[in-house]
């Protein structure tokens, strides 16, 4: 039988751990914000969004809110997020992603200040994963690694296999399991064999952005499956990259959608609001 990993009640432990860091900074006087931009109504972003006000709520952090239209211009987002830049009152600054297609990302990402990038997506804070300094890392990346710590799972000297290579999920998942000194392979839609690469892992990670595309044929006996994919199926149903019900009687342990790596992104958002807070109280 796989163990189950659940991310929601993982993501509450952590959660409760950080409201009562929360609660001691505020008594010391420092108060925690983070400031969330939406460009558009994308009904899937929306929720994102509603789970992170929540999970703010819920810890204690501040949570300021702007819903911007869909014609937004790119030059009005970068004057947005300058002011945001520039008050003190902010720690953390998220902008959704995907922007509307008039938007260069790229040019958004670099735009938010290093010191307040709660997301780990601008340049600076993957050059620090990189070369293993300290700074912000990407939510999901980094909630898979407390997932696995937190369930028990070895990862130094493992074979990881990340299926993906996006600049948020699949490269910085790829530092991260490096610096747990597992040994790390990074697939994508070039690889060959996709199948006999993937059954060297004995921890698979896979973030492909495809509905139930990994099934018990890419698995190994008793491998560790963490499935980061978030569709919906014909019900209207979440599902994920992995095919649970093939996959479930391989893995060893496995992450159910939803309430697998998810709700992790959310904890971990969090944890770095309260770090970026840390961090600003100590240079002022
Ligand atoms: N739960 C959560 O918190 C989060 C969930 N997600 C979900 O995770 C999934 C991945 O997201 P993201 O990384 O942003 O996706 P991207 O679309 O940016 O990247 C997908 C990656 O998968 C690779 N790929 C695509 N098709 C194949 C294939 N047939 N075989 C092997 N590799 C393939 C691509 O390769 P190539 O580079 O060659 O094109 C690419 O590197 C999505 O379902 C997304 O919704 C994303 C972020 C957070
Ligand atoms: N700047 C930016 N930062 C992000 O971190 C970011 C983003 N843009 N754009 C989109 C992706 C996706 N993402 C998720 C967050 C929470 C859940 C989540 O809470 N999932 C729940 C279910 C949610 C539901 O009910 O739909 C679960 O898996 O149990 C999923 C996916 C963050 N992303």
Known sequence: MAQIIDGKLISKQIKDELKEQVQSMKAE??????????????????????????????????????ELPESTSEAELISLVEQLNADDGVNGILVQLPLPSHMNEDKIIRTISPDKDVDGFHPVSVGRLWIGEEGFVSCTPAGIIQLLKRSGIEISGKECVVIGRSNIVGKPMAALLLRENGTVTVA??????????????DILIVAIGKKEFINSEYIKDGAVIIDVG?????????????????????????????GGVGPMTIAMLMNNCVAAARRQEELR
């Open 188 to 201: 994508h839609s070039r690889t060959e064999n996709l199948k006999e690469v993937a059954k060297r892992a």
């Open 230 to 258: 978030m569709h919906r199926d014909e019900n209207n149903k979440l599902c994920g990259d992995v095919d649970y019900a093939d996959a479930v009687s391989k893995a060893s342990a496995i992450t159910p959608v939803p």
């Open 29 to 66: 006087g420092t108060n925690i914000c983070l400031a969330v931009i939406q460009v558009g109504e994308d009904p899937a972003s929306t929720v994102y969004v509603n789970n992170k006000k929540k999970a703010c709520t819920y810890t204690g952090i501040e949570s300021r809110a702007y």
